[in-house]
């Protein structure tokens, strides 16, 4: 497995728009020793409640990109706070050389961590774009599939409101729920439709309660081998 360095700095938050990360001849960890799965689905379909299951029962970390993200806006110090925080009470997708290096540290913190090389990861909520998903395949760790939570837009709708009663997350009011359905369908599921091409995506309909939805994602997992 390539080597895991100490982590690289992010990118400098000059032109935001235009920003740049090292280029590497290989992703830094190896598919052999590192399991990644994305976990996709349109907001409010359910993806951190099964994420927690696949957690405690196949012994994976959890990384959600949205978490990562809401983690940097508040860390006092951080170049991209300011940046982060617009983006996403706008709906819109940070860019993405910021997501995939703080994914990249993250993963590196585990591993080292472990102390064997190896680590499985559900990445929640990424990729979003296109370009966050070949940049990270190339750059950080080839995904061994996309679990995709398919979910109506009403039956999402009415759980992100509940939620926003309780969550205290700016983005849970209907406003930005509107905005990130959009992005979502604009932007997302062309990346699931890549991988689909590729036959590296397990679909699962997320309309049932929480136990239902998760005991087809355990059927699903046993046909991938874990």
Request: proline content about 8%; hydrophobic content about 35%; charged content about 25%.
């Amino acid at each position: 497995m390539p080597a895991t360095p100490s982590h690289p700095q992010l990118p400098p938050p000059n032109q935001p728009h235009q920003l740049s990360a090292p280029q590497k001849q290989s992703p830094t960890f190896s598919p052999t020793a590192v399991s990644v799965i994305y976990v996709l689905g349109g907001p409010g379909a359910g993806k951190g409640t099964q994420c927690a299951n696949l957690v405690r029962d196949y012994n994976f970390t959890h990384l959600s990109a949205g978490d990562l993200l809401r983690a940097e806006q508040d860390r006092p110090d951080s170049q991209f706070g300011g940046m982060i925080k617009e983006y996403i009470a706008d709906g819109k997708i940070v860019p993405m050389e910021v997501t995939v290096q703080l994914l990249e540290n993250a993963m590196t913190d585990v591993v080292k961590e472990k102390g064997s090389g190896k680590g499985r990861f559900l990445i929640d909520g990424f990729p979003r774009k296109m370009d966050q998903a070949l940049k990270f395949e190339s750059a950080v760790c080839p995904s061994q599939f996309t679990l995709f939570f398919d979910c109506p837009e009403d039956v999402m709708q009415k759980r992100l409101l509940n939620r926003g009663k309780t969550s205290g997350r700016a983005d849970d009011n209907a406003e930005s729920i509107k905005k990130r359905f959009r992005t979502f369908v604009d932007t997302s599921m062309p990346v699931v439709e890549y991988f689909e091409g590729e036959g590296k995506v397990v679909r699962v309909m997320a309309t049932a309660g929480p136990e239902e939805v998760y005991a087809v994602v355990r059927e699903r997992m046993g046909e991938r081998g874990f």
